[in-house]
């Protein structure tokens, strides 16, 4: 048997990655930014292939990931998490700032900002593994990077209890709240797209 709530107990940072398709930016949460080689310095970063932002970085293969620190408030993630850039422009917001490969990144929130140049990149079903040589790399604050777990229990909102005998299933990655008896086998998180397995019931 797998528990899935022992696989939270993993680790993880949470990033912002952003790429381009030539002409429109776009960019998404990501939790998988690791160091491969100190010499020559690569990463590795695996990106969910329901995202644009994968589709973008196999045409282009450049990136940055912003390193997002403990005082991110949640609409970022909502903003680069629970949105698809195929139907929005994410950085419509605000005018964010560009590092020498001209690709936005997140001053406000990050600590840190690394650009790089993908060199390999793996199919894994699901995901894309992608290995990149760092072409860049700027410390922005000494603010501490935010952990997975920090954001589980400190950014991300606690469901609401149910107001009516209606009964609600709530994602357990997300917090997403589905209202109704039961929830169809092939049921999909419109906001983080997780399947009907990652739900509970409520009420």
């Known amino acids: ?27 998404c949460i990501v939790n998988t930014v690791s160091m491969l080689t100190d010499n020559p310095k690569r990463i590795t970063v695996f990106v ?6 994968e ?7 450049v990136f940055n990931a912003s390193v997002l620190t403990e005082a991110t408030p949640f609409e970022v993630f909502k903003q680069f998490g629970f949105c698809s850039g195929r139907d929005t422009d994410k950085f419509a917001d605000k005018a964010y700032p ?13 600590n840190a900002v690394l ?21 860049a790399a700027k410390t922005l604050s000494a603010d501490r990077s935010v952990t997975y777990e920090y ?21 357990k990655i ?19 797209k997780h399947p009907k397995e990652d739900f509970e019931r409520i009420g």
């Open 174 to 192: 997300c917090g997403y709240t589905h209202e109704g008896e039961e929830l169809p086998d092939d049921f999909i998180c419109p906001w983080c």
């Open 1 to 27: 048997m797998i528990e899935k709530e022992a696989m939270y107990k993993l680790t993880y940072g949470l990033f912002v990655l952003t790429t381009t398709d030539g002409e429109k930016q776009n960019g």
């Open 98 to 110: 560009k590092t020498e490969n001209g690709l936005y990144y997140l001053p406000e929130y990050a």
């Open 151 to 171: 954001y589980q229990s400190n950014i991300k909102p606690r469901p609401e209890a149910p107001k009516t005998a209606t009964t609600k299933w709530v994602c």
């Open 115 to 135: 650009s790089a140049r993908v060199t390999d990149a793996y199919d894994y079903g699901t995901h894309t593994l992608f290995v990149a040589e760092v072409t």
């Open 55 to 61: 589709e973008l970085l196999r045409k282009t293969g």
């Open 48 to 53: 969910n292939k329901a995202n644009y932002t």
